[in-house]
């Protein structure tokens, strides 16, 4: 009887713990957004939109954001993540790593620009030789390396100066630290409305799509298709909606924005940018 009573204790104990499994080995991905704002910035306007994420989908998301986007950027390429909003994965390279999109920020396609304070002396990109540029980081796609391609490919070179994100960069251009600034137009236009500064945009690219939402191929589909359903469908609930327009709203983006489901052909202007641009940008 003793045996039998031990045996049954050691068969429930088991079961327990069985049962108690999958909540504590589900895991926790990392999600890393590219550094667009400073840090709490950053931080306020993405983690209650991962957080209302993660409740949906039933796949757990905290947020992983470096110092500057460079910082970002290193952890992905680290494999220390496991989703991004991001568009530094589409170099031939890195498009082997198997990273992969599912979806993207509402909004208008993205222009590289070229910018220059209105009382700035300065009326072409040629008058930029030899002068301090300032740009978030080297990482930045649109923001950096679409406008040093256009200064390389016209014999334009300048000393480039990395702030770190784009409020620092605009901050360095207004105090006189650098004569003009890389960015791309959301993010100028939208500086100049909040801040009421006038800037003189002396160049503007191509258009590109904003930052897209990818996942590491590591993450199963299943995952990957829940934590996509939840965020393309956010806007679609009173609750979601009105964290997302809290969320823009704090960071000074449309209060109407949202996300889209989306493809990897969905970025092919950015390979077509990598097939020519010189070597130093790709």
């Known amino acids: 009887m003793l045996r039998l009573f031990i045996s049954g204790f050691l068969l429930m104990t088991a079961m327990l713990a069985q049962a108690q499994q999958p909540h504590s080995q589900q895991p926790v991905y990392r999600f890393s957004p590219v550094n667009q704002w400073d840090i709490p910035k950053t931080a306020a306007y993405w983690n209650p939109i991962i957080q209302y994420v993660s409740q949906q989908s039933g796949v757990q998301l905290e947020l992983k954001i470096g110092r500057t986007s460079a910082d970002t950027t290193a952890y992905v390429l680290a494999q220390e993540v496991e989703f991004v909003f991001s568009n530094h994965l589409f170099s031939p390279e890195r498009d082997k790593l198997g990273w992969k999109v599912f979806g993207r ?10 910018a220059v304070l209105d009382n700035s002396p300065i009326r072409t990109l040629e008058e930029l030789d030899k ?19 256009e200064l390389l490919s016209r014999g334009v070179e300048v000393n480039a100066v990395f702030a770190g ?3 620092a960069a605009f ?9 003009a600034v890389g960015s791309n137009s959301a993010l100028i236009d939208g500086f ?19 930052l897209a939402l990818m ?11 829940a934590v996509a359903n939840a965020f393309v ?15 823009s709203e704090s960071v000074g983006m449309d209060p109407n924005s949202h996300f889209l489901s989306a ?7 950015y390979r077509r940018f990598y097939a020519t641009a010189p070597m130093a940008v790709r």
């Open 105 to 114: 920020r509402t909004g208008p396609a993205l222009q590289g620009q070229i």
């Open 131 to 149: 002068q301090d540029m300032v740009f978030a980081g080297p990482e930045a796609f649109v923001g950096y390396r679409v406008p040093q391609a």
């Open 165 to 167: 994100n784009q409020n």
């Open 171 to 179: 901050a360095q251009l207004m105090a006189g630290k650098a004569k």
């Open 192 to 210: 100049a409305e909040k801040q009421g500064t006038k800037f003189r945009v002396l160049w503007t690219s191509e258009s590109y799509l904003d």
């Open 215 to 225: 996942a590491s191929s590591k993450v199963s589909t299943r995952d990957v298709r």
């Open 233 to 247: 469908n956010m806007h679609k609930s009173k609750a979601g909606a009105l964290i997302l327009k809290q969320a």
């Open 263 to 269: 493809t990897d052909k969905d970025y092919e202007s």
